[in-house]
């Protein structure tokens, strides 16, 4: 996961709230995946508001030190096609 990329949440994809993070539903390929911490649930739902996966988690106020261990979360999650590139970075790209 490059933290400098623009995400999403994938719009198949539906959150449901726990006591120790969340559960994400993919309605496309039926994965069920566990978001084991509050933090992480609100950078996913967060994605899509920030520029890119850096200025998310400083937003949160996930410190610097812990950046690599949410960028491989959140590769985890888009290898599950949970969270996706978002669109509008594909095309500014081009």
Do not use: C
């Amino acid at each position: 996961m490059i933290l400098d990329e623009a995400w999403r949440l994938s719009p198949s994809v539906a959150l449901r709230p726990e006591p120790f993070g969340a559960l994400a539903y993919h309605f496309g390929n039926r994965k069920l995946t566990f978001l084991k911490t509050p933090a992480l649930v609100r950078v996913v739902e967060q994605l899509a508001d920030h520029a890119d996966v850096r200025a998310t988690l400083r937003a949160v106020g996930v410190p610097e030190a812990q950046h690599d261990a949410y960028a491989a979360a959140l590769e985890g999650l888009a290898d599950a096609d949970m969270i996706r590139p978002r669109a509008d970075a594909i095309e500014e790209a081009s």
